[in-house]
């Protein structure tokens, strides 16, 4: 057993509830990066110096950012809170921190976005998070390392003399401090990311040390006693509230120490996080939908990206992703919100979602005419489409067909669903 130091424990589950039973989110990486709009890891990938990506900064303008529609279509699209990147690791701060000049204050635009974004998504009832990267670029104190853009400059070694990453661990606390005190109540804090291991070269990595973690998880329990803090800070030994598994779908839910765990899906419409004009990469439809599915039927939540572009929009790709969603979620919302796992087995290419009694079967594929539910036997009262409310036939079990004897033969110990030999033209 563990001993965990007061002010560290985490969020008991009944302050989880709501998240649980939300569901579904909408991820925002937005920041300098949406300018280049070839991904927001643009600086590593490229090498540029922060000189060269200072143009960004000159040009950040985003004349067209209205908050309250972002707001608007992620609740018509069914999401129930959203994480906003306030810092990705170019280290350009969407709001006026006291503590850096890289901040979209001093950019041509000039204002704060963070303050009518939070106001923005409250309004629609939506909760609101934060996204703090760890990783900085640009700070002068954070030492280069196997990730940073002059990883492979012959004067990296030289550029690390007299950065101090503790005084970067203190310049993250200050602006921790800012952004769970100046504007209201905050309801998750999603930190990225750790590596505490060497990678490719030589350089070390960065953990829970170099963070100083222990301390920040202290500072926003403090700040902010009902927050949610996500698994990214290298806390090895101390159960975190969430556990976000990235652009993956885990073949069962994700367990730590052997329990299931509170869990959060993350994953980009296209491939990249930060606006993409190039990729040609976006996920269909039906692919949008099944990982929503396959994520509430493994007892977890999906964080969905979109990534606005330089101008504060966005385009129209991410736009009929939502619209997929909203249409979807519309009729089908039912089977996903406060609903998880069902301890039955799915038939062949279906997925279970279940709240209390009822039970959500999602037909990955459909089959003909008749669905086979092992194990439920004379539990079931009545069978609908979820869609339409329409009836689908129960087969009795114990009566035989007397035109046909063979036709169908329910076995002992499942229900027999009769459903219509056309699938209904529904997403
Ligand atoms: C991180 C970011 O680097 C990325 O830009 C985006 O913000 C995403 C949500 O999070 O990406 C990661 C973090 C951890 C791993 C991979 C990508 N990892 O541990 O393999």
Same mark, same amino acid.
Not at 60 to 84: H, N
């Given at each position: 057993m563990n001993t965990i130091t007061p002010g560290l424990a985490a969020l008991p589950a009944e302050k989880k509830q709501w998240f649980v039973e939300d569901r579904f989110g909408m991820f925002i990486h937005w920041g300098l990066y949406s300018l280049p709009?070839?991904? /927001?890891?643009v600086k590593n990938r490229e090498e540029i110096s922060t000189e060269d990506y200072q143009k960004y900064f000159d040009h950040f *303008? $985003? *004349?067209?950012?209205d908050p309250a529609e972002w707001a608007k279509m992620a609740r018509a699209a069914g999401m129930k809170y959203v994480v906003l990147t306030t810092k990705h690791h170019e280290g350009f701060c969407l709001w006026d921190s006291?503590?850096? !000049?890289?901040?979209?204050?001093?950019? $041509?635009?000039?204002? !704060?976005?963070?303050g009518p974004f939070v106001e923005a998504f409250r309004a629609e009832g939506l909760k609101v998070g934060f996204y703090y990267s760890? #990783?900085?670029?640009?700070? +002068? *104190?954070?030492p280069v390392d196997p990730?940073? $853009?002059?990883?492979?400059?012959?004067?990296a070694a030289r550029m690390n /003399?007299?950065?101090d990453i503790s005084r970067y661990a203190s310049y993250m606390r200050d602006q921790v401090r800012e952004l769970l005190t100046g504007?209201?109540? #905050?309801d998750v804090i999603w930190f990225d990311f750790s590596y505490p291991n060497r990678l490719h070269n030589e350089l070390p990595g960065k953990g829970h040390k170099d963070w100083q973690s222990e301390e920040l998880v202290k500072l926003v329990r403090d700040l902010q006693p009902e927050i949610i803090i996500n698994?990214?800070? !290298?806390?090895?030994d101390l159960p975190a509230d969430v556990t976000t598994p990235e652009q993956y779908v885990p073949r069962e839910w994700p367990k730590v120490k052997g329990e299931n765990v509170t869990w959060e899906a993350c994953h980009t419409l296209s491939g990249s996080?930060?606006?993409?004009?190039? /990729? !040609?990469?976006w996920k269909s439809p039906d692919q949008l939908i099944r990982l929503l599915v396959d994520t509430v039927s493994m007892g977890g939540n999906l964080l969905m990206n979109v990534g606005p572009t330089g101008r504060g929009l966005l385009d129209d790709r991410a736009v009929s992703a939502l619209d997929v969603y909203g249409k979807w979620m519309k009729l089908n919302g039912r089977s996903i919100y406060g609903c998880t796992q069902s301890s039955l087995e799915a038939p062949q290419d279906c997925r279970l979602t279940q709240r209390g009694n009822r039970l959500y079967v999602h037909l990955f594929s459909w089959p003909f005419r008749h669905l086979h539910l092992d194990g439920l036997a004379g539990k079931v009262r009545y069978a609908q489409f979820l869609h339409d409310a329409s009836e689908v036939l129960i087969v009795p079990a114990? /009566?035989?067909? +007397?035109?046909? $004897?063979?036709q169908v033969k329910v076995a002992p110990t499942s229900v027999t669903l009769e459903l219509p030999v056309r699938k209904p033209d529904v997403l």
């Amino acid at each position: 057993m563990n001993t965990i130091t007061p002010g560290l424990a985490a969020l008991p589950a009944e302050k989880k509830q709501w998240f649980v039973e939300d569901r579904f989110g909408m991820f925002i990486h937005w920041g300098l990066y949406s300018l280049p709009a070839r991904h /927001e890891w643009v600086k590593n990938r490229e090498e540029i110096s922060t000189e060269d990506y200072q143009k960004y900064f000159d040009h950040f *303008d $985003p *004349d067209l950012y209205d908050p309250a529609e972002w707001a608007k279509m992620a609740r018509a699209a069914g999401m129930k809170y959203v994480v906003l990147t306030t810092k990705h690791h170019e280290g350009f701060c969407l709001w006026d921190s006291a503590v850096t !000049d890289y901040k979209v204050t001093e950019t $041509p635009y000039g204002k !704060d976005l963070l303050g009518p974004f939070v106001e923005a998504f409250r309004a629609e009832g939506l909760k609101v998070g934060f996204y703090y990267s760890l #990783i900085d670029w640009h700070h +002068p *104190d954070f030492p280069v390392d196997p990730f940073h $853009p002059q990883r492979n400059d012959p004067e990296a070694a030289r550029m690390n /003399e007299g950065r101090d990453i503790s005084r970067y661990a203190s310049y993250m606390r200050d602006q921790v401090r800012e952004l769970l005190t100046g504007f209201g109540k #905050i309801d998750v804090i999603w930190f990225d990311f750790s590596y505490p291991n060497r990678l490719h070269n030589e350089l070390p990595g960065k953990g829970h040390k170099d963070w100083q973690s222990e301390e920040l998880v202290k500072l926003v329990r403090d700040l902010q006693p009902e927050i949610i803090i996500n698994n990214r800070l !290298d806390l090895v030994d101390l159960p975190a509230d969430v556990t976000t598994p990235e652009q993956y779908v885990p073949r069962e839910w994700p367990k730590v120490k052997g329990e299931n765990v509170t869990w959060e899906a993350c994953h980009t419409l296209s491939g990249s996080w930060g606006y993409h004009r190039d /990729e !040609d990469t976006w996920k269909s439809p039906d692919q949008l939908i099944r990982l929503l599915v396959d994520t509430v039927s493994m007892g977890g939540n999906l964080l969905m990206n979109v990534g606005p572009t330089g101008r504060g929009l966005l385009d129209d790709r991410a736009v009929s992703a939502l619209d997929v969603y909203g249409k979807w979620m519309k009729l089908n919302g039912r089977s996903i919100y406060g609903c998880t796992q069902s301890s039955l087995e799915a038939p062949q290419d279906c997925r279970l979602t279940q709240r209390g009694n009822r039970l959500y079967v999602h037909l990955f594929s459909w089959p003909f005419r008749h669905l086979h539910l092992d194990g439920l036997a004379g539990k079931v009262r009545y069978a609908q489409f979820l869609h339409d409310a329409s009836e689908v036939l129960i087969v009795p079990a114990d /009566e035989e067909d +007397p035109w046909n $004897p063979t036709q169908v033969k329910v076995a002992p110990t499942s229900v027999t669903l009769e459903l219509p030999v056309r699938k209904p033209d529904v997403l």
